[in-house]
């Protein structure tokens, strides 16, 4: 097998406030591939969005990424110097930010914004960036390329200002491009075209692509593999099918349990997950789900769990995991954890199932 792309090892990054020590990420770990489309999914506060930055050397004051490797080719951009670390950035791996209004420069033409990184990364004439901006906002299929390069970023829509943003991300043709959120606030017409795009750029220039959302509909159109993170860690992770099939930890199945299926066979009630996550200050000990999981077990308050193998592929970061819980509760009750399908839990409670 070939060598990850990008490997991120024991990432810890911490925001030092007056309240205390935010520990917005805690010690996550995983492997991209080259071609490969990974999906990073969790509630709004799990992380997700903070790995992003840590990545490319972007988290703002007063966070600061304080341990572990994010490796680049081989090569740990935690321990590079500021100076090298920008050059890598917007030229090797670049990012899709959540919300293209902001992030694009009001005052200035979009085809300055997509030639800015191409005169800094590969020194090439102002004559062959402007043909390589129109170039590739044809690419992101931007109607009136050639027009749409003199406009200003509040003359296009919503749709458009998203595909522009992509065309700034591949105007270096990165190794990595990073999507955060690249579907927010746009109609579903729009986000099904904005994702087969990227399933297009994925599959032809073979970049390696890390898609950031809550959205789990968006991970199954577009990933190969999942990572669920919460409360800064990753508590499961594995194969699309294989989460989505037959999720373990029961916070990947709550969140699948409170999305609507239009293939179920039996509607039931969509289902919430009680509480609210975690202050990152002061985290719960043990499990950091435990407060919100309706499988604890006395062990989940006491000890952390370590992430499992629980099948090829696929780990879990939990002590009673969905097949022990099937064990437990018998053939009787067994759940079928798809969301949309009947389940046989009900109310289970503190000690019923480990």
Not at 103 to 125: C, D, T, W, Y
Not at 321 to 347: C, F, I, K, Q, W
């Amino acid at each position: 097998m070939t060598p990850p792309l990008l490997e991120v090892k024991d990432l810890h990054t911490q925001f030092f406030t007056d309240d205390g020590v935010v520990h917005a990420v805690d010690g996550i770990s995983f492997d991209l591939y080259q071609g490969e489309s990974l999906g990073i999914v969790g509630e709004s506060g799990s992380g997700k969005s903070m790995t992003a930055l840590s990545i490319m050397g972007l988290v703002p004051e007063p966070g600061r990424v304080t341990s572990g490797e994010i490796r680049l080719r081989g090569h740990d951009m935690v321990r590079m110097r500021p100076e090298d670390v920008r050059e890598i950035r917007g030229r090797d791996i670049a990012m899709i930010f959540q919300d293209p209004l902001s992030s694009l420069n009001p005052v200035l033409k979009n085809g300055f914004q997509i030639e800015e990184a191409m005169l800094a990364h590969r020194h090439l004439s102002r004559k062959q960036t402007s043909a390589r901006a129109v170039e590739l906002l044809k690419k992101v299929r931007v109607p009136a390329p050639d027009e749409r390069v003199r406009d200003y970023p509040h003359q296009l829509s919503g749709g458009m200002r998203q595909r522009t943003m992509i065309a700034m991300g591949l105007a270096n043709e990165p190794a990595v491009l990073i999507a955060d959120e690249p579907t927010t606030a746009l109609d579903v017409t729009v986000q099904a075209q904005i994702l087969e795009l990227l399933r297009d750029l994925n599959q032809e220039l073979n970049t390696s692509i890390i898609m950031i959302t809550h959205n789990l509909g968006v991970v199954a159109g577009l990933c190969s593999r999942v990572i669920v993170m919460y409360a800064g860690q990753i508590v499961e992770q594995g194969p699309v099918e294989e989460i989505f099939g037959r999720p373990q930890h029961p916070y990947t199945w709550a969140l699948l349990r409170s999305v609507p299926r239009v293939d179920a066979t039996r509607h039931e009630r969509l289902r919430s997950i009680e509480g609210l996550p975690p202050d990152l200050i002061s985290p719960p000990t043990g499990c950091r789900f435990h407060p919100r999981c309706p499988f604890r077990v006395d062990r989940c308050f006491r000890e952390e769990p370590p992430l499992e193998t629980t099948s090829a592929g696929h780990t879990a970061a939990c002590w009673v995991t969905m097949n022990r819980a099937y064990e437990e509760m018998g053939a009787g009750e067994l759940l079928d954890v798809r969301p949309g399908a009947a389940s046989g839990v009900h109310g289970a409670g503190v000690g019923q199932v480990g």
